[in-house]
């Protein structure tokens, strides 16, 4: 018997277990809640193996219907209203920025809002052409939702619309929201967005098959209503997935690394793992408007020894607009 | 005709004229293009207005905190006036009490129609967030709002008595004073009641009123923006609550005086010690308003430079300077000459002192919005500016137009000088019965 | 002239009608063999085909699974149908017998017979091996160490394991990239500054990736981390926090004076309800 063409295996061990562990992921997804409701199933081995759950606990599950039986977390696609403000327990999530590398390629945005079926002129993930004077270099900015652990928003919020959950995330309850709008003028970041219409997702949310069909502050702009506040989520909705949120897996520079500040690791979109302090000892890392004191989640990483020019990003810079039509 | 059946037959409220009747129809429509124009707001979304992402308070803000500073009129001249028992205010405490209630119910109102989901409304309550300033000022406006509603109504039974037996003929209008009139009498106990309560509301009035200025400040002054984070902005709104209210106070005074023909009771006296507590009132504010807008020059850090650089000489020139110079200059210079305190000179600078002072609130609220830390990127040109729309207009008229209305409304059936106190400093009660003075 | 006619026209039909006769994919099979010590081995398949220059997944499509015995006898094993992301797997059970002689194991994956896949076919060669590893302790330096053997028992030098601590996203690599077994098929790695992990345990994993052995990896857990100690405000009462969680100042004090103001209010109100009542008890004199 002849053997076919060999596929060339990928190089990194890492990445090959990332993508079992997307994997894994995606193959919880789709067998969806019931994890148990998989008897029939034909690839159960009636080997059971210990999952964690998205709420820290574990529960088993048959191995045949996990791919990396050690390393999976329950989907989300009926978490509870009360469990979509409490959070994760046992994590800090933090992203990293690294200056260094933005290009201002626009992918980060153009994920986010798609996935986030944003139909606004107001993007949420926004690349900021910075420059602090006209002494210093410019530079590209990404800037989302800072989610901050002292969070202006959060405490001026009249209607404990939106709430600052165990995990460290930041979301809004479009359900709560007066749309008194309160919060945007306390958000010193300016991340928030207001739905001065209806924002007729219709179209958009259809096009996409993969949308989960509930409506949870864990999934942000899935709907968005008419007169409340939307802003970036750290994408819940992925991270109980064991994904990454979607602006670090569409970055081509991998300029975000995102991860649990608890596990003191942060992973960037090709699936590389670093470790959160050291990368931000080597680097200096900071955060936005530290001497305000909100303590944001997000940390940057100074933009030195830049990976490609300032002016490579000018092509695809459009100072009027964040969201394409 | 004796002496105080003379006074009460001019004191008692009276039919409106042809000029009152085209007057109310007029608010009445004003009022009802408002309406339409809300109804349209609620329907499409606030896309309506001109408020987008970063504006995004406007004009329904500005007007609201505008109306807020208007009912601090009902504290200042009743309770202070009432408290220091100077026999002068007297024909001037019902028009103040008046004015200030109709402020804050137009106050509670205005900021409802400000709010992305209105049919949320009870959420306020339900889910109500102490750490909220908004939360504070939703309780502190429904307190004042109890309170100028007492402090108008108590001093109001003796009088309405009187009209009770003055409409004897008209069995509609009698019926109704009798009942509001809670059946006074005039005995003893019920002046005992009324004046001990009536020194008690005085009393609660004056904290509840410094309080609410605050709480409104603080709105503002509990963000980080440039313009707002200020700790003056407490003070300042107390100040500026003042001039505007003494402003109100003096335009629709000197407006009833003319049609009511009350000269015998409004007399020029009023008006001079009115335009002395205006330009009192002022100095206070302007003093103020060289702490907020003059200081931050001295050191100029980017982001105040910025923000005052656009009221001094740039886009916001031409209304600061108006405000400034018209609503506060102009007033001093004027009122501290006793020319100037005449009724009719007195009257165009208190118009032109609650005109400046509504766009000054627009000035508290739209620049600092325009000058965020973060730069503004990523949106379309036309939200880099802000002038209201059409909407806005017809709606924040439709506010005014009500507050007129109520104000209307209750000049109409009240009497705006409160007769029986009158009566009694003149000495001509029928039955001289004494109540402690 | 007329059967000519008919005669293009039909080799005309059956031109335009054949693309939809010929008109499979053709799939790009992957097979891998990945283990876990302590569990069956698996096969881990992908199936993807080119669509306009990308790739997109093959979905519910069915493969059929067979086993080499010899170079003439192959055993049907079982059959997979790919997920949405055109991923199966196929387990392994562990043969009891043991040989001295290494057993080389060959498995077929095959497309057949299907209406929308060209047939096609992808092997997977692997030998069984064993690994162990643990977490040791020397002069208060805590190492992995890991021994490679084959199925026999015999060492496994000159192959290159990877050691990893799991992670929530992608796990994070302890030292180098790769470490090569010695001639006791065994490696020693220095683990500095262990990472945090829930209650102290971390989840470490050596792994090989060969082309003789397949993916196979050892997991075991170490509590060698450093305790994680949640700093989350959740549960204090601070100015973020929802209306339960109200900071007590804040309770006490303005609740104290809003009381007291509204207390005065009511009174007021009976006031005047007093006044109304009273009309019934004085008389005027």
Known sequence: ?325 | MTKYEELVAELAPRKFNKMGVIWTIGLVVVVLIGIAAYIDQIIKGQIVTDMRDYVLWGVYISNFVFFVAISFVGSLTAAILRLTNKTWRTPLVRIAEIIALAAIIMAGITIVLDMGRPDRLLNLFIHARLQSPITWDVIIISTYIAISALILYFPLLPDLAILKDYFKDNAFLSKWYRILSLKWEGSTLQWAIQKKSIKVVALLIIPVALILQTVDAWLFSTTFRIGWDSTNLGPYFIAGAMVVGVGSLISVMFVLRKSYKLEKYITELHFDKMGQLLVFACLIYLYFNINEYLLPAFTAPKAEEAHLQELFTGHYAPMFWFVTIGGLIIPILVLIFPKGRKPFPLFIIAILVVVTSWWKRYLIVVPALLHPFVPIQGVPESWHSYFPSLHEWAIVSGTLAAALLIITILIRYLPIIPIHRTAKEMGILPNEKSEES | MRAFIYTILLGFCILMLSPLAQAKEKARLSVDYHKIMGENGMLFINVKYKVEKKYQPATDLQLNIYEEINEDSIVHRGQVITDYKGNAQFIIKAKGVVSDELVKYKYLVRIENDEVFKDAEKSEKFSEVNLVAEAIEKDSVHYISAELTDANGNPLEGEKLQVIVQRLFAPLTIGESSYKTDEDGAILVAVEDPLPGIDGNLTFEVILESRSYGNVKVIFDAPIGKLITDQSTFDKRTMWSPPNKTPLFLWIFPNIVILGIWIVIVTLMINLFKIYKSNKQTKQS
């Open chain 1, 1 to 325: 018997m002849k053997e076919d063409k060999e596929i060339p295996k990928e190089n990194s061990g890492r990445r090959k277990f990332l993508k079992l562990g997307f994997l894994a992921g995606g193959a919880a997804a789709m067998t969806g809640i019931g994890l148990n409701a998989l008897a029939d199933d034909d690839t159960t081995t009636g080997e059971k193996v210990k999952v964690l759950t998205s709420d820290g606990k574990t529960v088993l599950v048959d191995s045949g219907n996990i791919e990396n039986p050690n390393c999976a977390i329950a989907p989300a696609h009926s978490v509870s209203r009360a469990e979509a403000r409490e959070g994760m327990p046992g994590k800090k999530f933090v992203m990293v920025v690294d200056l260094a590398k933005c290009r201002n390629a626009l992918k980060c945005q153009d994920a986010c809002n798609k996935h986030h079926y944003v139909t606004g002129k107001n993007a949420w993930l926004k690349v900021y052409k910075m420059q602090e004077s006209q002494e210093t270099a410019p530079y590209w900015m990404p800037m989302t939702c800072q989610h901050c652990d002292q969070p202006a928003c959060v405490t001026v919020c009249p209607v404990d619309a939106t709430f600052k959950r165990r995990d460290g995330i930041v979301l809004i309850d479009n359900e709560q929201c007066i749309g008194c709008r309160f919060c945007m003028a306390a958000c010193p970041y300016s991340v928030r967005v207001f739905n001065w219409s209806d924002p007729n997702q219709g179209a958009a949310m259809s096009a996409d098959a993969d949308h989960a069909p509930e409506n949870s502050p864990e999934h942000a702009g899935h709907k968005s209503i008419k007169g409340t506040v939307d802003k970036c989520d750290f994408c819940p909705h992925m991270i109980r997935q064991g994904e990454l949120p979607h602006c670090v897996t569409s970055c081509p520079n991998d300029v975000f690394l995102f991860g649990d500040a608890y596990e003191d690791t942060v992973t960037n979109g090709s699936g590389q793992s670093v470790r959160l302090s050291q990368l931000l000892e080597d680097k200096s890392g900071y955060r936005y408007m530290e001497g305000l004191g909100t303590e944001p989640s997000v940390y940057y990483l100074p933009p030195v020894d830049r990976t490609d020019n300032f002016e490579d990003g000018l092509e695809d810079y459009n100072e009027f607009q964040s969201v394409k039509p």
